[in-house]
């Protein structure tokens, strides 16, 4: 069901155009990563997303079972707002208090009841790992938790949406998982997520959907497998070193429905017919044959190859 | 040296880049400078509202005010009482009333004594109207004491004519009076030779008188018994007989008479002729003293004429005298200090008497007040815009009103615990102030919450901490000149003064005063406090509109700083790796 809808939306400053005819749509339940180079319209898009900013031009419609069709973002803003959550790049609390001070904070702020929220605040503590550290000041916490403690305090109220702007830049790698783990958790509980990062590998591995923003329009957007498949290799690769089988691997392959090879000396680049029975073959024939070869290339193409190739065509 | 130079001009370039700090950083002295220079370019005293009391305002009281008031002071008269003036000096209508005698005249020898009342609070102006109108005074006391000077140095120079008139007269009188000594002198001697010694004789009269009385007797007794006899029915005989004896009566009284004109030295005739003899002696001394009298009788008649013109001189020289004492009694002034100080002036002090703390406490409460006020106001919208969750209250579901009334409130909870503490340790020096403080203490709140959303104001305009609160004390320092706590403000323009009637600290300041000195209540100041919270309500809703019309703007620069930071930040990351 569809949670955001962008219709053709274009936002522009001063004379600038950052955003430009986008429509773009978020379904309950989804974990969507926008990938973009710098400056591509990614945390505009996110804005655009949250209500932060207004569209120049279109509209962004909120989808809610409680709210009776859909309602502009624009319109209905204040009414809308207790179904975001947003964390933002830079950490987005108060400092100077502690842990359970910023979710209190926050959370009442959301006129949630206090029984309600201490239990809420209890649980973000534990499933944020943050229970222990509840009373030191924010300002105190290591770089991770204090990115937790961000996400806690944006899930404070549970929003239904929760939308973050690049939460694993400036993290080393474990802490990036880490917070991706968190994230991938916070969706399980039904919490739909927008999540805007340019480490497109995290994107591929913990997102559903991915959206591919660049020079301000949004080029692919969906499941990450259907983005894939128009860039999905029509050819394999064997490479090889001196003294592998060679010839025998050549002969082997030229019996195989294959339309083309291209011999690259330590490379071997294979055009099949059909590429999933001519590996199948080829894998048969290599064990039968105890042939030998460095390594095989059927890979799939990474975000980050169809990003570099989208960036690189355009 | 060249490095110190390009970094200088660097800093500059920065500077002058960031317009909002170029403007706060450099234009605001030079604006401050600026406003307060103009405002104090300005050697006259303009627009002094004085009042004036009199019971009667005589040509002479009007002819003072009319001097005043060719020195461009608004002179304001009150005739019904002079308590009518003081109230309005508590409501700064005017700023001294000037208690007048109903004339200038002096008419006795006390001096005319001119009661100023001052506004003690008002240090300044109290100086100023001092040195002002006591140069009006000094001159007018001038005036009067060479009036009366003139008038006594007039009175002398007439006494002395006349004394120098009458004086000639005295030398004459003088010359009679000394010749008529002489001749008195000379009619004393002539008196004294006469010989006026009467001969002494004794005569013995005893004889005289009784052979007078024989006779008389004897004569009288022949005549009765004559009479007698004729006409007695006796006989011829008889007559005969008594008529013998009547002769021999009368024989005897001829002898009588014998005695008299006796040949003998008793007799009377040689009694007479002795008599004569005398007589004739003391009539040849009796001429002589005649001759004498008549000659002095003569002389005296010269003397009684001079004594005349003497008189009549001497007369005139007592009328001169009497009416030179008459028109020196008629001086009205004659003591010397009255002479020379015709007019002394009084300061009266308006309001309950005080040291120097109860009339400068005002000033310095509200001077703490607005600038603890300004910079809170403008340090909280500050610290919450840059704050690093300041993007997170964008997400929650409140209005904006929310929040600029909760840096109010956290602003307001500051100045009164700060309120509060001046109070309360202000209690220490400024006996019987207690029952003031809750009046106090509400006016500072409101002006407080004035001062606070000015703060918060310039919160809202500018983009760093240090360039608002430079801002800050700006507006703070600006509100103080144009106040009347450094400068008077009776020395700015009449324009520009009506401006600054409407600088809240001017209003907070009066307000502090009237109750702390006038001890005036709520309902006597209706109209400056519903101007303040009329202020603070107005600056609320200017805050609040445009909040709303920067606040996509202060989020667009909040999200782009943030992002560029993070950006430096990343690449910073992957140079570490």
Known sequence: MKLIELKEVS??????????????????????????????????????ITGFIR????????????????NDLTIDLHKLKKYFGFTPQHNSFYHKLTVKENLFHFGRLYDIKSSTLINNIKNLLIFTKLFDHRNKLAEHLSEGMQRRLDIACSLV?????????????????????????????VNKQGVTIVMASHHLESVENFCNKVAIVHKGQVYSQGLIDDIKKPFL??????????????????????????????????????????????????????EEENLYFNDMDVRKPSLNEIFEKISHNN | MRSVWLITRKNLKLLVRTKLSALIV???????????????????????????????????????????????????????????????????????????????????????????????????????????????????????????????????????????????????????????????????????????????????????????????????????A??????????????????????????????????????????????????????????????AAAGTVQSISTSLGGTSSSLSEISSTLNSVVESLTVVHAELDALPVTDAETITSPLITKIERVGREGTYLNYLFPSLLVLVVMFTSLLLGTTLVMMEKNSPAFLRNFFLPLKKATFIISTYLTNLILIIIQVVIILTVSLIFLENSLSMMPLIFIILLVGGSVFTFLGMALGYVFTSEETGVLASISLGSIMLFLSGVILPLESVSPFLREITFYNPFVITEKLIREVFIFQTNLSGMGVDFLTLISYALFLFLVILVAESLLHQHIVDRFMRSRHRLQRQKERRVKIDF
């Not at chain 1, 430009?20 to 505009?44: A, L, M, Q």
């Not at chain 1, 082997?252 to 339309?259: K, M, S």
């Not at chain 2, 005043?68 to 019904?80: F, G, P, R, T």
């Not at chain 2, 109207?129 to 060479?146: A, G, R």
């Open chain 1, 233 to 286: 290799k029509n050819n394999f690769t064997i490479n090889l070193r001196p003294g592998d089988n060679r010839e025998l691997l050549i002969n082997t392959l030229r019996q195989l429905p294959i339309n083309k090879i291209i011999d690259e000396g330590n490379q071997l680049i294979i055009y099949p017919q059909d590429i999933r029975m001519t590996v199948n073959s080829l894998l048969k024939f290599i």
């Open chain 1, 157 to 185: 109220h549970k929003p239904k949406l929760l939308v973050l702007d690049e939460p694993t830049a400036d993290l080393d790698p474990i802490l990036q998982k880490d917070i991706l783990r968190l994230l991938q958790e």
């Open chain 1, 11 to 48: 936002k522009r400053y001063s004379d600038k155009d950052i955003l430009s005819n986008v429509n773009f749509c978020i379904e309950e339940g989804d974990f969507y990563g926008v990938i973009g180079r710098s400056g591509s319209g990614k945390t505009t898009l996110l804005n655009l």
């Open chain 2, 226 to 287: 004559k009479t007698v006899v004729t006409a007695s029915g006796l006989s011829d005989e008889e007559k005969q007989t008594i008529t013998l004896a009547l002769d021999s009566a009368a024989s005897e009284l001829a002898s009588a008479a014998g005695m008299v004109k006796g040949s003998g030295s008793d007799n009377l005739e040689n009694v007479i002729s002795s008599l004569e003899g005398q007589v004739g002696v003391l009539s040849g001394k009796i001429n």
């Open chain 1, 55 to 70: 569209p120049s031009q279109g509209s962004v419609q909120y989808y809610s079972k409680v709210t009776e069709g859909p």
């Open chain 2, 26 to 224: 450099i234009f605001a002295p030079l604006l401050i400078i600026l406003i307060i220079g103009l405002s104090f370019n300005t050697s006259s005293n303009l627009g002094l509202n004085i009042g004036v009391y009199s019971s009667t305002f005589t040509a002479d009281v009007e002819s003072f005010i009319a001097t005043l008031q060719q020195e461009d002071y608004k002179v304001v008269k009150y005739e019904d009482s002079i308590e009518e003036c003081v109230e309005d000096i508590k409501f700064g209508f005017v700023h001294t009333c000037i208690d007048l005698p109903e004339s200038f005249k002096i008419d006795g020898n006390t001096p005319k004594e001119i009661t100023f009342h001052l506004d003690p609070s008002k240090i300044n102006l109290v100086y100023m109207v001092q040195e002002t109108l006591k140069s009006k005074f000094n001159f007018k006391s001038q005036e009067i004491s060479q009036e009366i000077t003139g008038n006594i140095l007039s009175k002398l120079a007439s006494t002395k004519s006349t004394l120098n008139d009458k004086n000639s007269l005295l030398v004459v009188a003088k010359d009679s009076s000394s010749s008529l000594s002489s001749s008195s002198g000379t009619y004393s001697s002539s008196l004294s030779s006469l010989d006026l010694q009467a001969v002494t004789l004794t005569y013995n009269t005893t004889l005289i008188s009784q052979t007078a009385s024989a006779v008389s007797t004897a004569q009288g007794k022949v005549t009765d």
